[in-house]
Nanobody
Framework: VQLQASGGGSVQAGGSLRLSCAVS????????MGWFRQAPGKEREFVAG????????NYSDSVKGRSTVSRDNAKKTVFLEMDSLKLEDTAVYYC?????????????????????WGQGTQVTVSS
């Protein structure tokens, strides 16, 4: 299973970005998907996640209300749209797949739950 994240870049505070994560290999529709981020000198943290059928969705408090996670099972892709970006959103963003999730499993916020990881895409927010 391979995950390829894209869509990062440099943006001014208040702007928006849409991250994508394309998954190859495995059965995408069976994966719960998560987005994590890691800023310099900080631990990796959960940002958002979406269950297998998009019914279970979870956001961290830091992005709730200004981010939307979605998935397209036909295209084997998960998205994270972030609006009203803040300086503190600057980080490398990673997508991850939980291959053992069942339909009723709440989306996990723990990185150890996820089996596969993408390479990360840099998001830099400037003033």
């Amino acid at each position: 299973v391979q995950l390829q994240a894209s869509g990062g870049g440099s943006v001014q505070a208040g702007g928006s970005l849409r991250l994508s994560c394309a998954v190859s290999g495995g059965t995408f529709s069976r994966f719960a998907m998560g987005w994590f981020r890691q800023a310099p000198g900080k631990e990796r943290e959960f940002v958002a996640g979406i269950g297998r059928n998009s019914r279970n969705i979870n956001y961290s408090d830091s992005v709730k209300g200004r981010s939307t996670v979605s998935r397209d099972n036909a295209k084997k892709t998960v998205f994270l749209e972030m609006d009203s970006l803040k300086l503190e959103d600057t980080a490398v963003y990673y997508c991850a797949a939980d291959a053992t999730a069942i339909l009723t499993t709440p989306v996990s916020v723990k990185s150890t739950r996820y089996d596969y990881w993408g390479q990360g895409t840099q998001v830099t927010v400037s003033s």
